[in-house]
């Protein structure tokens, strides 16, 4: 989550005055990157993914499963072991820190290559990185887990190990942030700065899933009973980690050279939210209480959603099925003038607002805010209009890390005053630069897809991971320069809108192009289901399932032939996903709670009911 760079942070107050300083050599070092790699052409196509795992301690004689806050001596023993067995390797993989004290980030040593089976060595490369980490963390009660949610985060039961309570330090009312939050001081700072530009900490009401013994009206049982902020029939949560400490699944691939990649990103775009959800998002029961301004309410049907895996926080049972609104509310640092004014018109973690080639201008249907003088200077230097706006756009931030140490750079051979900026803006995709010239990388343009939760077994992930690098495939052969598959930006807002809508939940259709094939040059758009969406709708759309199998039968060499009849395993999972005949893991993790014979059928997910629940996760 961020630059990755070592040495010490600045405090927010101190660090905002170096934000002119860090803005305006990023733009510097931006553009040197841009002239040097503007022209390269023929790069291979290459990819990786990224996976954040939280670690799990596991109490038998108690019968609890709490968070593991082992990054600290844990993370240095995973890079000592990648150091001291050969470095970089497909099968050395590489760790980082993440948000979370309980949690580690890996990834491929090297990237994966553009072959067919090279997808076969994906589920392994992931298996093998559990392993690694199982191993080193050198506890037999501890064990890696890919959860995007830790259920009962912020209970008032004992769920971290060692055993940690809040302080004078901690703002919220139900986490010890300090202690749950990784040592690396940046994800400190980046907490506060959020707390300190916004003027306040993030208050967020998640609506209750009501059972059939839920009170009714339900009012939270952790709130003080003098709290305001507390809606009936939600949960609230009130601190910066309930976002960023749940974790995901990221893909990031190599196109061929800026041109390629700008279509692979355009492509994407439309693709991106429903990889998010697939259901739209219906209204809980109205109140007639006063709200206040500060106060985030996130209504998610928590039916169908391709990836959904968080549908439960604080020991309870939401109404929610995915993470992404929630990280919206807990990272948006926009002061009340900002968003009154629509000076900076989302939160930082939000979806992608700008295409980026010249075929899909037409899509932009919607006023892009963008920085000025950023503008001006780029477009001087050179940059096309399009791509220069992009930028631009990410500089109407401020950057929320300032490493002291770091302010002076040479700017030809640096890039991190630009990552700065760039690195803390999470949308659903990111655009991102090669390395400096002076770096002996042949790192090239790269689009990161990042709107997927990670899921419950290396098998899925693996599959979810396949899903999108072949459907990058079939976007540059099949997308007619990306065009063919644009859907206007008005359009991707009004489907995420519709997640308002009180009947979402009987209709769960979304916008959607349905000329993305080589055959038609026109747009038609037409409202289709998630299962219509990526399985076809019978002559109409032959579904984006249909358009990979097309690419895979398009595939000549033969060992290419014996890979892809493995894949389609991988595929198959996606499919039926989409169907609705295979359910999501926020689905499971309802189903097996409430089945559960210790569950009152109340919402509360208990110590002895989470215990179980992860046992039985990690025997999978």
Known sequence: ??????????????????????????????????????????????????????????????????????????????????????????????????????????????????????????????????????????????????????????????????????????????????????????????????????????????????????????????????????????????????????????VTMQATDIDQARVLYDSLIPIAPIMVRNTLVFASQPTNEPVDSRVYIILVNPQLALTAASPAYKGFLSNVDCRWELLSKCIDDRTEEEQKDHRIPDSRWSHVRWYLTQECQKYNDIELVYDEPAYERMTEAGMDDILAKHFANLYIRDPLVVYPNRLEQNDEQSNEHFESIQSSVWQTLRFKPPQPPNVNSDMGWRVEFRSMEVQLTDFENAAFAIFIVLLSRVLLKFGGGGAAWGLPISMVEENMRRAQERDAARSQKFLFNTSATPELERDTYGEMTMDEIVNGKGNQFEGLMGLIRRYLDSLEAEDEVVARREVDVYLELVSKRAKGSLKTTATWIRDFVRSHPQYKYDSVISREVNYDMLKTVDSM
Not at 213 to 223: E, G, I, N, S
């Open 1 to 250: 989550m961020g630059l990755i760079v070592d040495g010490p942070v600045l405090p927010w107050d101190k660090g905002k005055n170096h934000a002119g300083h860090i803005k305006d050599h990023g733009i510097t070092q931006l553009l040197n990157v841009w002239t040097s790699s503007k022209d390269r052409r023929s790069l291979p196509f290459k990819w990786g993914e990224e996976i954040e795992c939280m670690v799990i301690a596991f109490n038998d004689e108690e019968k609890n499963a709490k968070l593991a806050l082992c990054q600290e001596e844990l993370l240095p023993r995973l890079k000592k072991y990648v150091t001291d067995h050969g470095g970089q390797s497909r099968t050395m993989p590489s760790f980082q820190s993440e948000y979370g004290r309980y949690m580690i980030e890996s990834t491929p040593g090297i990237p994966y290559g553009d072959s067919i089976s090279d997808l076969l060595t994906v589920e392994l490369n992931m298996r093998q990185r559990r392993s690694l980490i199982d191993q080193l963390v050198n506890k037999p009660t501890h064990t890696p887990m890919t959860l995007t949610v830790y259920p009962r985060v912020g209970v008032p039961d004992v769920f971290t190990e060692p055993h940690r309570v809040r302080t004078t330090e901690d703002t919220s009312m139900f986490l010890p942030e300090a202690a749950v939050t990784s040592t690396d001081p940046k994800y400190t700072t980046i907490a506060k700065g959020i707390d300190s530009r916004r003027g306040h900490k993030p208050i967020i009401n998640l609506p209750i899933f009501l059972d059939t013994a839920t009170p009714q009206p339900f009012r939270d049982p952790t709130v003080p009973p003098d709290c305001t902020e507390a809606l009936l029939d939600h949960i609230l949560l009130d601190a910066v980690s309930f976002g960023p400490g749940c974790c995901c699944l990221q």
